[in-house]
């Protein structure tokens, strides 16, 4: 009798070791995910175009675009694509690195910032001039860029704004290329001699998943949005515009439709929860589970007992 009770307290005693030591791992797995998720959070806050609403250059409130080069000269231009949430400061260093992860503030950020391609010259006057950003998840960044990939949202997006040089200037988007990083002929930038410009433009042409009829030569400069795709390993989405003096009407507000299409936002923001998060809301659930279904059978060996 004696060795039965205390085989039976060694067996609570293992129990409850390993309820302890199961609920220090859940734990540490719910910590890990929340801190994900809080993370991320960060890291799109600081994509936001939102935060550089006061510096816009055509702003009447806040600190200016003349405040913005202040806090950092490398910050030369502004690009707007036209009802899009693509709203942001250009920078240029002497490196297509230093923007990857620096903001155009000159802070350190992983969403890092747009910027032009070091090779090309800031007043945009090369034939084709190459802009890179991120895409990110909820539309920040270059993030709005897959979009043009359906045809409706390209045909419904032909507008857009650069301003540099102290004056706006219009573009009008033509085609949009999906193709992959090794793409050495659509990612040289500053293309020179007539021959070669036609040889781009021609290959843009040839080459694009969707075109609008926009009149351009090989005499005119063209402005390229380049970013990752999401569903391709090194591919790039790269839309071309042609730069102008004509002024299209800017919508400068966050695209609510884009936004809310093919998912509500509360599914599309669950959707996007990191997996961190998933595994620690998992690993809940089957504690959840465990710790059930081990109340049921103590009060089943209780119900023997007496």
């Known amino acids: 009798m ?10 609570r005693a293992i129990d409850r ?29 600081a994509a936001d175009a939102a935060n ?36 942001y400061p250009i920078t240029q260093a002497d490196n297509n690195e230093k923007y990857i992860n620096t903001n155009a503030k ?17 007043d945009f006057d090369d034939f084709n001039s190459i802009l890179y950003g991120h895409h990110m998840e909820k539309k920040k960044m270059f993030g709005a860029l897959s979009d043009f990939a359906d045809r409706a949202y390209f045909d419904a997006h032909p507008y857009g704004n650069l301003y540099f040089g102290g004056k706006d ?20 930038p500053a293309v020179a001699g007539e021959d070669a410009r036609q040889a781009y433009l021609d290959s843009i042409l040839t080459r694009a998943t969707w075109t609008r009829d926009v009149p351009v030569t090989a005499e005119d400069q063209i402005i ?25 009407p800017q919508e400068r507000k966050t695209n609510a439709v884009v936004l809310g299409t093919r998912l509500g936002p509360q599914l599309r923001g669950l959707t996007r929860l990191p997996v961190a ?30």
């Open 169 to 188: 200037h219009g573009i009008d988007f033509f085609a949009l290329v999906l193709t992959d990083a090794y793409d050495s002929m659509l990612f040289s």
């Open 52 to 87: 550089y609403v006061a510096y816009r250059p055509d702003g009447d409130e806040g600190l200016g675009f003349a405040e913005l080069r202040r806090l950092n000269p490398e910050v030369f231009a502004w690009l707007t694509v036209n009802d899009t949430p693509i709203d």
């Open 17 to 45: 070791a390993t309820d302890i030591a199961l609920e220090i791992i859940l734990c540490v797995a719910l910590l890990i995910g929340l801190y994900s998720l809080w993370d991320s959070k960060q890291v799109y806050q």
């Open 224 to 248: 390229v949005l380049s970013t990752c795709t999401s569903d391709v390993t090194n591919g790039r989405y790269m839309l071309f515009g042609k730069l102008s003096d004509e002024l299209h």
């Open 2 to 11: 004696t060795l039965e009770i205390h085989g039976c307290k060694a067996v």
């Open 277 to 306: 998060v998933w595994l620690g809301l998992l690993a809940l659930l089957i504690w959840l589970l465990v710790r059930v279904e081990r109340n049921i059978d103590r009060n089943r060996s209780k119900k023997k007992g007496r």
């Open 106 to 122: 000159g802070e350190y950020t992983l969403s890092g910032s747009i910027f032009l391609d070091y090779r090309n010259s800031p």
